[in-house]
């Protein structure tokens, strides 16, 4: 057990993608400045979670997704509801993870199975496989009675290998799908447990939502799980894996641009005399020069507090007449 290796070979195309999305994560322009933006975190929360659930045929768009996150009434299937409500549990929980652990493991399907499933958190008593779009039979996992067993070796492999996180993790998500060591609920674990390993290595990962590709590249997605167990090993799931974190990557950093763009000039001025010890409202219409407190609510506060660049003393009470602002 303690010599397990999984079956794949590093290609210099792995080192040249991985290379790319090192060099992509390095430009992404201000990133200890977005990843502090709540907006930009919740789209890229709400994406993870609405995508990865509609690979595994959720119906509710992301819009229904939204408004279950927020604690909004929605009308839709009951367990695609309750699939939301516990992949949202799940995501948060993130921080809280060692992701070398199998107990860990079986605790977040627990929570993202929780009501969907009988067997929810706990390794398969039969057998299982892993179907397309068109219900095609793309792999049948090995017998229940070693399930176990193999995840207990690929976690001693993915605890002990030196080889690069992006690839590592790639592997990690293949040989899990391989596995399929859970009734139900091996897709979206598969990809939560290697965002989970890339947010460990790197935690910009948590923002970065990779299911979004996978799911715009759905086909691809199950046609190189289809070539990799056909071939024996894992190379083409790698590298269509490592072209999805890329592709990732691009799409937020495009986000995060938008997320810039909404930035006006009233938001900049107020940002320029803002401090990082609280002032009242009257102090910054002073340093701004304006008399009107109606427009400076509108045209400068609101829409700093809404982009999450602008914090105050008393969040509760928005309008308390002691409330002051600061930036971080």
């Known amino acids: 057990m303690d010599n397990y290796v999984p079956p794949f070979e590093i290609t210099n195309g792995m080192f040249d993608a991985a290379s790319k999305i090192m060099e992509r994560l390095g ?32 119906t509710l768009s992301i ?40 107990d ?27 179907f397309d779009t068109q219900g095609n039979v793309v792999h049948i996992a090995p017998p229940a009675q070693i399930a176990k067993e193999n995840l207990v070796q690929l976690f001693d492999w993915i605890k002990n290998s030196e080889i690069q996180m992006l690839i590592k993790s790639s592997v990690f998500h293949y040989e899990f799908e391989f596995i399929h060591p859970f009734r139900d609920g091996n897709g979206r674990m598969g990809r939560y447990w290697q965002t989970a390993l890339l947010a460990h290595w790197k935690p910009i990962f948590r923002y970065i939502p990779i299911e979004s590709v996978i799911k715009d590249n759905q ?27 890329l592709k990732a990557i691009d799409g937020i950093a495009n986000d995060a641009v938008g997320h810039y763009s909404h930035f006006s000039v009233q938001i900049n001025k107020l940002m320029s005399v803002l401090e990082t010890y609280p002032q009242s409202a009257n102090e910054l219409m002073n340093k701004l020069g304006l ?7 509108k ?30």
């Open 27 to 58: 430009e992404l322009y201000g990133v200890n400045e977005w990843e502090r933006f709540p907006r930009l975190r919740k789209v890229s929360r709400i994406k993870s979670i609405h995508s990865s659930l509609a690979i595994e045929n959720n």
């Open 63 to 102: 819009k229904q997704v939204t408004d279950v996150i927020a604690g909004k009434r929605v009308v839709g299937p009951v367990d695609d509801i309750r699939a939301v409500k516990n992949a949202f549990s799940a995501y948060n929980e993130l921080n809280n993870i060692d992701v070398y652990s199998l």
């Open 104 to 130: 860990d493991l079986q605790r977040i399907h627990g929570i993202m199975m929780s009501g969907l499933v009988a067997e929810c958190g706990m390794i398969r008593t039969g057998e299982v496989g892993v």
């Open 219 to 245: 086909e691809e997605y199950y046609n190189a799980i289809r070539k990799s167990t056909s071939q024996g090993k894992s190379n083409v799931f790698i590298e269509f894996m490592l072209d999805v974190i």
């Open 291 to 297: 008399k009107s407190r109606e427009g400076f609510r």
């Open 299 to 328: 045209n400068y506060l609101l829409p700093a507090i809404e982009a999450g660049i602008v914090l105050m003393t008393v969040p509760d009470k928005p309008t308390s007449k002691n409330q002051m602002y600061y930036k971080i």
